[in-house]
């Protein structure tokens, strides 16, 4: 009913930028909350970002002042500046959505990979 693909990861050196999409597709009624996701190997998956249907965004510590979640429609952003080595993870993002048909879950893509290193 509902899917989500990334896109945008790739390779970077330290200090560069890449610019992470994530577009909703299907019975989409409305979308209340966009998440990003990450996971690097060996780690816990942790959220990066998050951003709510009325604009009210969330950062995790590691990430402020170098991240900006964004949305526009039925897709998420994550623009990743300043990139650090710790930054290289499979990122993805998850939905909180209501189908067509009134259900209300989560949804989530299948990841992107981004790895920083020089």
């Known amino acids: 009913q509902v899917q989500l693909v990334e896109s945008g990861g790739g390779l970077v050196q330290p200090g560069g930028s890449l610019r992470l999409s994530c577009a909703a597709s299907?019975?989409?009624?409305?979308?209340?909350?966009m998440r990003w996701y990450r996971q690097g190997p060996g780690k816990q998956r942790e959220l990066v970002a998050d951003?709510?249907?009325?604009?009210s965004t969330n950062y995790v510590d590691s990430v402020k002042g170098r991240f900006t979640i964004s949305r526009d429609k039925n897709t998420v952003y994550l623009q990743m500046n300043s990139l650090k080595a710790e930054d290289t993870a499979v990122y993805r993002c998850?939905?909180?959505?209501?189908?067509?048909?009134?259900?209300?879950?989560?949804?989530w893509g299948q990841g992107t990979q981004v790895t920083v290193s020089s």
């Open positions: 951003i709510t249907n009325a604009g």
């Open positions: 998850n939905a909180d959505v209501r189908d067509g048909r009134g259900v209300r879950m989560d949804y």
């Open positions: 299907g019975s989409i009624f409305s979308i209340y909350v």
